[in-house]
């Protein structure tokens, strides 16, 4: 499946979108090299509080790819978020050779800020191979793509849009259901949070660049599955990742549709664990996350 190549466009807010927006991302994942095994990247000038957790992902599997051969594909990552980053200061990426084998290729990175680490994480690569075939049955009932609202369309007729009206939006993102953040959301339900995905615009054919855009992504909407089995306002949770692991199962392209099912089994001790899916239009699997993170009730005022 092919795209054509996404004209640059604004919501009523102003928030840009689109191609160039996209090209923004393709930046800021394009680390600069310091020396051997170091490099450093930055954040995006619109600077929250502190850095979104996919960028410095994303950042740090790019630093770990710089390394490896370009025959050895990407097939898993684990990571902890330790320390928020600050978006002013640039981040360095500190690259560890763990082991070069015959078929896999091992790389640890550490993201450093102030002096301190923020962010860990191991990557595994692999010479590709043949070998067993299977995936699970592909998702049902799920509506087009082209048939649900994007978040600027949301914001144009007025619909919440909760913090992703406020931000430039490199994914197009499409909610199967209303959001756990929508005011028009009522009480929690047991179903998973469904929606489509894909790069707001065209890539190169670089692999890493796909698998990297897609941490980025993987990161938007997990948690959201845990606050969706509740009737919570968002305003009173307090939530941050703490860990994430991805496994890579079958090529795909970040510019082409993927339907993320993203569901919550368990909560408890103000963390959340949340699994997500990554499918393409056919249905094929090819990507599975896991995410564990906090999750905590903000005392109300007046309380305690």
């Known amino acids: 499946m092919t795209r054509s190549p996404a004209v640059p466009d604004t919501d009523a807010d102003g928030v840009a979108r689109g191609q160039a927006v996209l090209d923004g991302l393709v930046r800021l994942l394009d680390l600069e090299q310091l020396e051997v095994n170091l490099f450093r990247g930055v954040s995006p000038p619109e600077r929250p509080t502190r850095v979104f957790g996919g960028q410095v992902a994303g950042q740090a599997l790019v630093a770990a790819g710089r390394t490896v051969p370009d025959d050895r594909a990407v ?59 299977h995936s699970e049955p592909p998702p049902s009932d799920v509506p087009a793509p082209d048939t649900l609202p994007s978040i600027g369309e949301r ?46 615009g065209s890539l190169p054919d670089d692999r890493l660049l796909h698998v990297c855009l897609l941490t980025y992504a993987s990161d938007m909407t997990l948690l959201g599955s845990v606050v969706a089995r509740h009737d919570v306002p968002a305003e009173r949770l307090q939530m941050a990742s703490l860990d994430h692991a991805m496994w890579f199962h079958r090529p795909f392209r970040a510019d082409e549709w993927l339907l993320y099912t993203c569901y919550s089994p368990s ?14 239009e056919d249905g094929v699997l090819v990507a599975t996350t896991v995410q564990e993170g906090l999750v905590r009730l903000r005392r109300e005022r007046g309380s305690g």
């Open 267 to 280: 909560a408890s001790g103000s963390r959340g664990l949340a699994t997500g899916r990554f499918t393409t």
């Open 75 to 133: 097939h898993s990552l684990h990571a902890y978020f330790v320390r928020p980053g600050d978006p002013r200061v640039p981040i360095v990426y500190e690259t560890e050779r763990v082991r070069d084998g015959r078929s896999f290729t091992t790389r640890r990175v550490l993201a450093i800020q102030h002096g301190e680490a923020i962010f860990s994480l191991s990557a595994s690569f692999q010479l590709q191979e043949d070998g067993l075939e």
């Open 155 to 200: 914001v144009v007729r007025g619909d919440d849009a909760g913090w992703l009206a406020r931000t430039p939006r490199p994914i197009d993102m499409r909610f199967v259901d209303e959001p756990a953040w929508s005011t028009a959301r009522h009480g929690g339900s047991d179903a998973p949070v469904r929606v489509w995905m894909r790069a707001d």
